[in-house]
């Protein structure tokens, strides 16, 4: 069983691929459905009408020109084998022609969009998919997404089912599942599938390369025992800043400077030991939306925002982060909170965008870069969070990782 048990680990990341903005002025980058702002950058390769929608802003009033490619990769993230021309159907790279200015917000900034795939560019082939955005100015890299692209050709039936391990009964997720794959023999399952299982979209703690664990008759059952198992966390904390003329959820105050907002988040304590009720939430996601009728998106301002917990005594050996998709699901410098001994509190302030934010606090060990695994959240087996399972398929000789079935399950549902 040893060989099994080092097969689940979580992804690593590579500077080239994983998500991550390189340009400090360019803020609140999403990719997601056209659909849906609040879904995964999972497409379809056999219905076109399936759309991915990148959108981003670049501060100032300077008109930048971007370019953008897409780069195929295997199931871990390293760039496969293919050349462009055999997975892209159309121009390798092209530019980004939908540029609009902001307009009466303190803040000036420039939103781009773009539409993937469109008529100068498409995908050929399902499998793991990089979108890389370059200022045309120096060919720098400034921007890079992950997408992925399924062929649906293979069932996946899957279930959340209670750990053995009777000490994270109450505080962890656990999921089997069972491939059926159609249209295909498999002769080798242990080497031509792998699956991996990510938590609320994120690629941190995602695991995999996973095996099956059986084969019966022709379905490939991943049934492992507290193996494919995650902390559940704790419902994530939000605020509401759809509006900076009156204070919405979780907001102490509101205050108009002459070029910026700055909002101030009412403190938050810690909830490790503390039970929390559920509510249906964005799972760690924000949505950019202002609540004002006659306004556009165009019209959404920026703002400083404060956030602060309370904390008795600084935490010697560990770090503590504001986190989410609010920091690209990563422990990034301008998201690290600071100790003020006289308030008591651990706090920050970030760059963000008009709309509803969800978020939570991350306590990381310094030595390891690992995070606790309560923290000031704490584990509960009732929070709702989303687990996507991904399975590939790269029989003998074959160059790429085919996507061959991707299906998402809550858990909020149990």
Not at 122 to 136: E, M, P
Not at 218 to 235: R, S
Not at 290 to 316: G, M, R, W
Request: glycine share 4%.
């Amino acid at each position: 069983m040893l060989y099994i048990l080092l097969l689940l680990f979580p992804i690593a990341l590579f500077s080239q691929t994983e998500n991550q903005i390189l340009d400090p002025d360019v803020c609140t980058a999403q990719l997601h459905l056209a659909t849906s702002v609040l879904s995964q950058p999972i497409v379809n390769l056999q219905t076109m009408p399936h759309v991915l929608v990148l959108e981003f802003d670049h501060m100032g009033d300077q008109l930048k020109d971007y370019k953008y490619t897409i780069v195929h990769c295997n199931s871990d993230w390293q760039p496969s084998e293919l050349d462009d021309n055999e997975y892209i159907d159309g121009f390798t790279e092209d530019r980004i022609n939908s540029i609009e200015n902001s307009f009466n917000t303190l803040t000036q900034y420039t939103h781009y969009s773009l539409a993937l795939p469109n008529q100068n560019m498409k995908w050929a082939r399902s499998g793991n998919y990089v979108l890389k955005i370059f200022d045309t100015d120096d060919d720098r890299l400034v921007l890079v997404r992950r997408f992925m692209v399924v062929e649906p050709l293979w069932r996946i039936d899957a279930e959340f089912v209670r750990t053995a391990q009777v000490d994270k009964m109450d505080t962890h997720h656990e999921i089997d599942f069972t491939v059926v794959p159609k249209s295909v023999r498999i002769t080798m399952p242990q080497n031509d599938v792998k699956a991996f299982v990510l938590q609320n979209g994120r690629f941190d703690n995602a695991l995999g390369p996973i095996k099956p664990y059986i084969t019966r008759g022709d379905n490939l059952v991943f049934d492992y025992q507290n193996q494919i198992t995650f902390p559940a966390g704790k419902e994530f904390r939000y605020f509401d800043i759809r509006s900076f003329d009156f204070r919405g959820e979780f907001v102490k105050s509101i205050v108009n400077k002459p070029t910026y907002y700055e909002v101030t988040l009412k403190t938050d304590e810690t909830r490790f030991d503390r039970p929390v009720i559920f509510r249906p939430e964005a799972d760690g996601r924000f949505v950019i939306e202002n609540q004002h009728i006659n306004q556009t998106l165009l019209e959404c301002d920026y703002a400083s925002v404060l956030f602060t917990i309370k904390q008795n005594l600084p935490l010697d050996e560990y770090d503590v982060y504001v986190f989410g998709e609010l920091s690209d699901w990563q422990f990034k410098p301008e998201f690290k909170m600071k100790y003020d001994e006289q308030a008591q509190v651990y706090w920050c302030d970030a760059w963000l965008k008009q709309g509803h934010y969800d978020y939570q606090y991350m306590v990381v060990d310094r030595k390891t870069g690992k995070p606790e695994p309560d923290g000031f959240e704490g584990n509960w087996y009732g929070t709702g969070n989303q687990y996507t399972i991904l399975i590939y398929y790269r029989p003998f000789g074959a160059r790429y990782d085919r996507l061959m079935g991707a299906v998402t399950l809550n858990s909020a549902k149990l």
